[in-house]
């Protein structure tokens, strides 16, 4: 008898949780990725003392099973705990001290992390959809591939639109979904506070974090939300200048901050979630999952793709049953 065949489209968190469980129950899994590397948010940059993390800045667990998860992870390395705290303020004002509480960082390239999830499911690369059809996905280069038992997207919203012209019932739940943008800063600088993880008291720079596998003055800087979107159509140059020039002031540094990268998250948190943890077209096999629909957090989205993978397995039971 043959395996049942899933289709995924996105190597994100979400894809790779609904990947991965599905894998482990003997389906035979391909994940569709457009870039060079899977991770979505969770990706890294290569620097020349190792790696720096330009996404997600943490993880995080507020419940089970995620958190059982996340203790998972530690076991084997792949995380570990922020021991040290956070410290909040800014050069002008005061610094005070507040901890993290269930917040882990990588340990290992979170790219490496994704694909451990995948378990056995075959991860294309580099490989654009087109469209999502009942049961087919149609690659940019032309190839039709159908009979899949069921096909999932976990894209955000604004890149998964397109794809969804055969699909309208999928297509009007997506048309409200709303992302706020965030940039990311590769920077170095001497001086400043000793700490590991500053929260910035401003209404343009949110988050510091010291890369420690990368030396001890790399650090990544995340914008505002604010930030983001008055920036959203900066170079790379002009975004790092103005984010150099409020570093240095709201960090009292005497030097100027050597901005070594960017790379502007277009799609960075929902603010407008669609709701529940996937949105499904029972009749036509799609599916959609992502943070899109259950919101924001590295938690939610990789929940998404569980519950999805659980409620296909459960059918599949019921139809053999």
């Given amino acids: 008898m043959a395996r049942p065949r899933v289709g995924i ?38 620097v020349e003392q190792g790696w720096a993390t330009l996404g997600s800045a943490f993880i995080s667990a507020r419940r089970d099973p995620f958190r059982s998860q996340l203790r998972d992870w530690l076991r084997q390395g792949w995380l570990e705990p922020v021991r040290n ?31 451990r999830m995948l378990k056995d499911a075959r991860l294309h690369l580099q490989t654009r959809v ?8 149609i690659l940019e280069d032309g190839r039709v591939l159908g009979d899949y038992d069921c096909i999932v997207c976990s894209v955000p919203a604004p890149q998964a639109i397109p794809m ?12 409200e979904v709303r992302y706020r943008p965030v940039w990311s800063f590769l920077t170095r600088w001497e001086g400043g506070p000793d700490a590991e993880v500053i929260k910035f008291d401003d209404n343009l720079l949110e ?3 010291r890369q420690t596998t990368s030396g001890p003055d790399l650090w990544v800087v995340h914008s505002s939300h ?78 998404s793709g569980l519950r999805l993978a659980q409620a296909i397995l459960q059918a599949k039971e019921e139809l053999a049953s």
């Fill in 9 to 46: 489209v996105g190597a994100g968190i979400a894809g790779a949780s609904c990947a991965g469980t599905l894998a482990s129950a003997g389906w035979e899994v391909d994940v569709f990725e457009k870039d060079d590397r899977a991770g979505g948010r969770l990706s890294t940059r290569r």
């Fill in 164 to 175: 969804l012209d055969a699909l309208p019932l999928l297509r009007e739940r997506l048309l």
């Fill in 226 to 303: 604010e930030f983001a979107e008055t920036c959203l159509e900066a170079s790379m140059e002009e975004a790092g200048t103005h984010a150099a020039s409020a570093l240095a002031e709201l960090l009292g540094l005497p030097r100027p901050v050597e901005v070594e990268s960017a790379h502007l998250w277009r799609h960075a948190r929902p603010a407008s979630p669609a709701g529940g943890f996937w949105v499904g077209d029972r009749e036509n096999r799609v599916a959609l999952i992502g943070d899109g629909i259950a919101g924001k957090g590295v938690e939610r989205a990789w929940e």
């Fill in 130 to 137: 087109a469209a999502l059809q009942p049961r087919t996905l």
């Fill in 85 to 115: 705290g956070i410290l909040q303020g800014c050069a002008n004002k005061a610094w005070s001290q507040a901890q993290l509480q269930n917040h882990y960082r990588p340990s290992i390239e979170l790219a490496h992390l994704v694909h």
């Fill in 207 to 209: 988050l510091a974090v």
